[in-house]
């Protein structure tokens, strides 16, 4: 167990829809990052937030935005839902930013967009 | 901008045998940090290793080996006496000190099946 909570574990729902997932970094951990894997893009780097502020943009779509609120939870937002968006979404936290720190992940949310 | 690339897509062993999983990167930052996670069956990723890029010294930790060689950029893998618990998709990821931030860049991964 990494520490890292995510929620849902699943979510299906429609072409067209919005929706939320949520991530609760490891206690500690001031970092949080969204990362997407799907079959087509494999493992790629959506958004990372420091202490509350955006601190890098990866690949997110413009109907994706994400926040991180004061106890530094995490949420990721997708709106207009497309089939292609059906993946596994990660979050994983770190103590601070820094290339050298291990990022340590949450079991993931697996979106299925019929 | 950086990559990763994992050449061997799936590697099919028996149990005991060792297995070496391949990692070449590239890179502009004289800084750089390199790492490889495991993502068994069940969905999450596991961090096993980390290396920075100013310290090519190998090292062996239980089971696991890694070969750290800048000439060449690259950091391969090795699992020693694999067993059938070490099922799962290995992947290498590649972070750079001077980016904002410190997003990981994955390779494709390499699914390892261990037959008993």
């Known amino acids: 167990d990494s520490g890292v909570t995510q929620t849902p574990k699943h979510l299906i729902t429609a072409t067209g829809q919005r929706v939320t997932l949520r991530c609760s970094p490891r206690s500690g951990d001031l970092s949080v990052y969204w990362y997407q894997q799907s079959l087509d893009q494999g493992l790629q780097f959506l958004i990372q937030y420091y202490n509350g502020e955006e601190r890098a943009k990866g690949n997110i779509l413009e109907r994706f935005s994400a926040q991180q609120f004061p106890d530094l939870h995490s949420e990721l937002n997708l709106s207009s839902l497309e089939l292609g968006d059906s993946a596994l979404y990660f979050c994983?936290?770190?103590?601070?930013?820094?290339?050298?720190?291990?990022?340590?992940f949450g079991p993931g949310t697996r979106l299925t967009v019929l | 901008a950086q990559k990763v690339t994992q050449a061997q897509t799936e590697i099919s062993v028996v149990e005991k045998e060792d297995v070496t999983l391949d990692c070449v990167y590239e890179t502009r930052d004289t800084t750089y940090y390199l790492f490889w996670y495991k993502q068994p069956p069940s969905g999450e990723l596991v961090f096993l290793i980390r290396?920075?890029?100013?310290?090519?010294q190998n090292e062996i930790s239980g089971r696991y080996s890694w070969n750290f060689q800048k000439s060449t950029s690259s950091f391969n893998f090795t699992i020693t006496a694999s067993q059938v618990v070490d099922s799962a998709v290995y992947f290498c990821?590649?972070?750079?000190?001077?980016?904002?931030?410190?997003?990981?860049?994955f390779g494709g991964g390499t699914r390892v099946l261990v037959k008993p």
């Open positions: 994983a936290s770190s103590v601070v930013p820094g290339g050298g720190n291990e990022q340590f």
């Open positions: 990821a590649l972070s750079e000190a001077g980016a904002a931030g410190n997003k990981l860049t």
């Open positions: 290396r920075n890029s100013f310290d090519e």
